[in-house]
Structure formats: C-alpha cells, structure tokens
C-alpha cells in the first residue's frame, strides 16, 4: 500500500506494540502530527510541558511496562531539548526510541532555521542513531531502532527525519516483528561459575540493575536460596528483591549500609550480577572487595574489567543465566557458619538515624504502610532520593524509577507520567526533592490535563541539600548558592495548575495526610516540611574505602 513517510513511522509502531507516545509538536513533526491525528484510535500521544519532560516519560514507560519508550520532538531546539533525557536513558541502559524532525534535505547543513545535527549531537549518548535521506528505508530504520533498543544491554536510539522524507510517499509493506532473543550464556563459563560457589565459603551477590531490565526478580531469589547467599545491591538494583527478605543486607557503597559495606571485604567470592561497578558502590577501588574472587555476570562484553578486574566472567541474558545456574544445582549448597554471621553483622549494624534526621525516614515508612506492595516509586535527584532508597521497603512487585548514572535533577515528575500511563492501575508516587521540583513542576500542567492520579511528596528543606551535605562535611560549612529561601508557596502552585495542594509539617502525623492525599485518586503535590539540616547517613567520603564510613554518631557539628 502507498503511504507516506509519517504514516509509515505510526505502522511501524503498531506493528511494535507502541500505544502511547509522548511529545511536543513543531514545523518539523507536522507530518508526523498530522498522521498522529490519523491514526489517534491506535497510538496516544500525550502532550507534556517540554521536550525533557517528553523524554523522560518515554524512560518512566519503559522501566515500568518493561516495553520501548517513544518520544517525538522537532528539529532545533526541541531535539536538543531531548538531550538529557536520552542521556539519562543511556547511562541506565533504558529502552527509548526517540523520534525527532529536521529541516528538508535539501537545507541540511546549511545553518537553516531550527537546523541541529541531532545525531553527532547525541551520538555518544544513544545506543545508535539515524538519519532518514530515503523514504523507502523508512519502515526498516523504525524496526531495526526498537531491535537495537531492546536487545542485549537495552538503551535509547534516535531517529531523525528531514521533513520532506516525513511527507514523501512510497510503497509500505507490513511485517510480523520477531521478538528478540535473549543472549544464552556459554555453557563452560557457568561451569566454572557453579564451582568457585561450590568452593566458597563466603559467597556474596552484588545485584544491579541487570536483573530488573531482564525481568529475573524470581529467578534471583531462587538462586539465592540455592547458593546460601547474602546479597546486597547499586541504587539500580533496588528491589531486585524484597527489601524485608532475611538475605537482603542492603546497598552498597558511598550511602550503602554498614552491614553491606563490611561484608564486601569479609566475602571469599562476590557475584556481581547485572551491575558494573559504578564509583558510587566501590569508591577507592584497591580497598574494594579485596579478599574476594569476583565474578561478573552481564549481558554487555563491554562492562567485563572495564572498573574492576575480574577473575571470571559470564556473558548473557542475567535471567537467562540465572536459569540455567539454577537448572545445573542439582542440591542446594549450603554456607551455614557464614550466613549466621551475616545474621550478627545485620543485627550489630542496623541502618538507624537520630531523632535529628528521622522526618524523611518517618515520612518514607508511613508511604510504605499506606500504598500497595505494588506501587511505583519515582524519585528526583539528591537526598530525598537516597532516603527513598534506603527507608521505603522496595519489593519485586513495585517499580523504583530514578536517575542513578548521570543524577537527573527534574528525572522524577516525568517519569511518573510516563508510568502512570503505562501502568493506569498502580499507585504511582513521585518522592522529589525543591531543588529538583523546581526544574521540571512545568510538567504538573501534563499532569493535570490527563487527570494523572501522582502523589508528589514533596520534600521540602529550602536548600539543595545533598550539596549543602557535602558543604557542611567537606567545606567547612561554605554554603554557597545553595539555600532556596526564596519562598514558594508550592501549595498554591499546585492549585494553580488544578491540582490539589496539602501540607505536611513537622507536627502532622505522616501516614494521616498521606493516606489523605491517596484517597483522592487525583493528582496532589503533599509539601512536607524537613528540617534544613537532616542529612543522608551512613556516607562514604569520596575517594575512601567502603568501610570508612562517615555515620551520624562520628559527626561533630
């Protein structure tokens, strides 16, 4: 059948499953506009504030349907404005196809209005990119983009489509899309890996966020039950398992826990499972793990000994590879003396915080008891961001959307979105901080026209406060251009976009106006009011051993 090159863009959707997209119109994209409108009874597109926010909601898709993120933007500054969240995509391996505009091809590179080179522009941020000069390669760029998104380490591609190509008609023929294969491990390497487990007496996992993007939570408590395992995880790994589950120590390095922390360096053997190795977890790296064989198990060959030295190495799907190690235990093996130790370590450290810094925590666990064990936590960037980590109790279930690799201040309001879309049944809770807010509340507008039910907790200091941390711990208190004391009345502001505003003080009781704000199954911004200088405890100082933990017990303020 003829059709033109847009049209052919939206088929090639639908033969991929996509039903939402997220976007903001411009000269460039009308065409694609124009077929949206056309095909609106089969794709969705939701209108967000800016560009970032589109592309950020493609990501909070992604992570919480398990399915490709699409974002539309046009040329110029539109793609440009695309940036950081395809950079945020990348460095936590999401996958996102975004789809920009561009001037015809006849005025490429002629410096023409709203003209960028969007693709050397993102190049080093995307998994691979495209520019479209022939309409007929059309349909076979869009599917070989989502194959490239979606296998192996998943990640975003970008598309760019001069406008002319977008109007020009060919010839389309549809195609039953292949699912992609899993990469199977070799057989020899899990061998290997069966008898170092076998020979340990001090096994430990180290789990990232591999083993959410393949899907392996069951699998993952499976094999820790098979190899008598403590395990702890990287921010992205977080609810990989049940953050009450007896094995579960916690996370690892600069604001991991104590217990964590120690057993690293006390294991014989760390399996390092779908994680790689970020300087957050392992700090100074001759002091990391440093009586222990490591093994890393990654879909990515580019990740082995890329931050730390391996002694073995599995490449492939971590599901599939989990699978196949649980298939191969044929008995549970069984490390007794060492998990009762685990036990004494965790009892000894508890993660615990004084009367001092305890609102975030109070506040966090009065979440925990008023949602579903199946609701999707979102975060912005900073201290409430660690707090989420560390006092909201995670589970295999829910869904924990945050930026751990480039640290997008602004990530969570669009995230949100982009999983309350995808997910219209779960809870969805953005935990932000003001500083991050500030960046991205434009996107409330988005919230508000598609009656999107996001709690916003709102944590509210007046301060960037993991850098006034830092100030405080390594500045000698210099707090420069960190205080927020400009008041915004956020209450307000929520209302004036048409969503509900509520308050919580210090004096309020947490789970009371949280199960307030959820009662309303509507959009709400809950600004709760934290002390200025509550901190994010334990912390490693930067460039020290995991084990020099700075707590708040050791700080002379």
Not at 334 to 340: A, G, L, P
Request: proline share 5%.
């Amino acid at each position: 059948m003829k059709l033109n090159g847009s049209e052919i863009i939206l088929e090639c959707l639908k033969e991929q499953g996509v039903d939402t997209v997220f976007g903001f119109p411009g000269g460039a994209v009308l065409n694609i506009y124009d077929a949206l409108y056309k095909y609106r009874s089969d794709i969705r597109h939701i209108l967000t504030s800016h560009e970032q926010g589109a592309a950020h909601a493609a990501d909070g898709y992604a992570r919480s349907t398990g399915k490709v993120g699409v974002c539309i933007a046009t040329s110029g500054p539109g793609a440009t404005n695309l940036v950081t969240g395809l950079a945020t995509a990348y460095m936590d391996s999401i996958p996102v196809v975004a789809i920009t505009g561009n001037v015809t091809t006849a005025l490429l590179g002629k410096d023409s209005f709203q003209e960028v080179d969007i693709t050397g522009v993102t190049m080093p941020i995307t998994k691979h990119n495209f520019i479209i000069k022939d309409v007929t390669l059309v349909a076979d760029t869009v599917r070989e983009a989502f194959r490239i998104a979606r296998s192996g380490r998943p990640g975003p591609v970008l598309i760019d489509v001069p406008k002319d190509i977008s109007a020009t008609v060919c010839e389309f023929t549809p195609k039953t899309i292949e699912p992609v294969k899993a990469l199977r491990p070799h057989r020899e390497a899990l061998e290997k890996t069966l008898k170092l487990i076998k020979e340990s007496a001090r096994p430990m996992l180290y789990v990232g966020g591999g083993v959410i993007r393949s899907h392996a939570q069951h699998a993952l408590a499976t094999f820790l039950e098979n190899i008598d395992a403590p395990m702890g995880v990287s921010l992205m790994g977080t609810g990989a398992i049940a953050c009450d589950h007896p094995r579960f120590t916690g996370m690892i390095g600069m604001h991991g826990t104590r217990v964590s922390n120690l057993i690293i360096n006390r294991c014989d053997l760390l399996l390092v499972v779908g994680a790689r190795f970020s300087d957050r977890v392992v700090s100074k790296s001759s002091a990391f793990a440093k009586k222990a064989k490591i093994v890393q198990i990654d879909v990515d060959p580019a990740e082995i000994n890329k931050n730390m030295p391996t002694m073995h190495h599995v490449i492939g799907d971590i599901r599939e590879v989990l699978d196949a190690l649980n298939t191969m235990i044929e008995h549970p093996i069984r490390h007794k003396e060492w998990m009762d130790q685990v036990a004494v370590w965790k009892h000894e450290h508890p993660l615990k915080v004084s009367g001092e810094n305890r609102r975030a925590k109070e506040i966090l666990v009065a979440l925990t008891h008023v949602v579903p064990r199946n609701a999707i936590i979102a975060t912005e960037v900073g201290q409430h961001q660690m707090w989420a980590a560390q006092f909201y109790c995670h589970t295999p279930e829910s869904r924990f959307l945050t930026s751990g690799g480039l640290g997008t201040m602004g990530y969570g309001t669009g995230a949100s979105i982009g999983a309350q879309c995808g997910m219209p049944d779960r809870r969805v809770i953005n935990v932000a901080g003001d500083g991050s807010f500030r960046m991205n509340c434009n996107e409330l507008a988005t919230i508000a026209r598609y009656k999107l039910p996001i709690v916003i907790l709102l944590m509210n200091n007046s301060t960037l406060g993991m850098v006034r941390q830092w100030q405080t711990l390594f500045y000698d208190r210099r707090y420069s251009e960190t205080s927020l004391d400009t008041y915004i009345d956020w209450v307000k502001l929520a209302e004036a976009y048409g969503v509900h505003g509520m308050r919580l003080t210090l004096q309020d009781d947490p789970v009371q106006v949280i199960n307030a704000a959820c009662s309303l199954h509507a959009p709400v911004v809950v600004d709760c009011e934290i002390p200025l200088d509550d901190k994010v405890y334990p912390m490693v100082a930067p460039g020290a051993s995991i084990e020099e933990m700075i707590e708040e017990s050791t700080v002379q303020l």
